[in-house]
């Protein structure tokens, strides 16, 4: 039975959005074609009919997730994306996680494409922060940017430290609180919340 363009395309968004979750999951090395096409309903021997090589999918998934991360952000203001992202429901939940803290410290091993959407993902994200923060009078220029490179560097880095720790170790918690107490602290009180 021949599939057509539109059902191609489909297969494929399938195939990205779970290699994606499990990516994040699993980290890059942890996931083999068989495991992966399996998971997405489809036989491996499909998987090159829509990609080059698995590199060329961990790319594009990783665009994927980088791009789902910034929507869910999207939403936020600053305190409520520290509020999410610094907590033990997202450290726990890897394969819906972001994907930044999932997966920054294996794309740091890979080629130069991978670590470009990676660098493209992390600006857009910054960017969408400095616009949520809010304006501070008398700040120096780039100041801003400074400041939610330091929240987002910081948040990532809880997370990984946190996943890094045994699920039940009191040292995974203590990561996640003293952090994201020092992070909220170090963000403007806004005027919606002053007395």
């Given at each position: 039975?021949?599939?057509?363009?539109?059902?191609?395309q489909?297969?494929?968004?399938?195939?990205v959005e779970?290699?994606?979750?499990?990516?994040?999951?699993r980290?890059?090395?942890g996931?083999g074609l068989v495991d992966l096409?399996?998971?997405?309903?489809?036989?491996?021997?499909?998987?090159?009919?829509?990609?080059g090589?698995?590199?060329d999918?961990?790319?594009?998934?990783?665009?994927?997730?980088?791009?789902?991360s910034?929507?869910?952000?999207?939403?936020?203001?600053?305190?409520?994306?520290?509020d999410?992202?610094v907590s033990?429901r997202?450290?726990?939940?890897?394969?819906?996680g972001?994907?930044?803290?999932a997966?920054?410290?294996?794309a740091?091993?890979?080629?130069?494409?991978?670590k470009?959407?990676?660098?493209?993902?992390?600006?857009r994200?910054l960017?969408?922060?400095?616009?949520?923060y809010?304006?501070?009078?008398d700040?120096?220029?780039?100041?801003?940017?400074?400041?939610?490179?330091?929240?987002?560097?910081?948040?990532?880095?809880?997370i990984m430290?946190?996943?890094?720790?045994?699920?039940?170790?009191?040292l995974?918690?203590?990561?996640?609180e003293?952090?994201?107490a020092?992070?909220s602290?170090?963000?403007?009180?806004?005027?919606a919340?002053?007395?």
């Amino acid at each position: 039975m021949r599939v057509t363009k539109a059902q191609a395309q489909a297969n494929r968004e399938h195939i990205v959005e779970t290699a994606s979750a499990l990516f994040r999951e699993r980290g890059f090395d942890g996931v083999g074609l068989v495991d992966l096409m399996g998971a997405a309903g489809f036989t491996h021997g499909g998987f090159y009919k829509h990609f080059g090589s698995k590199a060329d999918l961990m790319a594009e998934a990783s665009v994927s997730g980088l791009s789902r991360s910034l929507a869910s952000t999207e939403a936020l203001d600053i305190q409520a994306f520290v509020d999410i992202y610094v907590s033990r429901r997202h450290r726990d939940g890897r394969a819906d996680g972001c994907t930044m803290s999932a997966l920054c410290g294996d794309a740091a091993r890979q080629p130069d494409e991978l670590k470009n959407a990676f660098a493209d993902g992390i600006e857009r994200m910054l960017q969408t922060l400095v616009e949520k923060y809010p304006a501070v009078e008398d700040a120096a220029p780039g100041e801003t940017r400074a400041r939610m490179m330091d929240v987002l560097a910081h948040a990532v880095g809880a997370i990984m430290l946190s996943r890094a720790c045994p699920d039940d170790s009191p040292l995974a918690d203590e990561i996640l609180e003293v952090c994201h107490a020092r992070i909220s602290a170090s963000l403007p009180v806004s005027p919606a919340s002053e007395p």
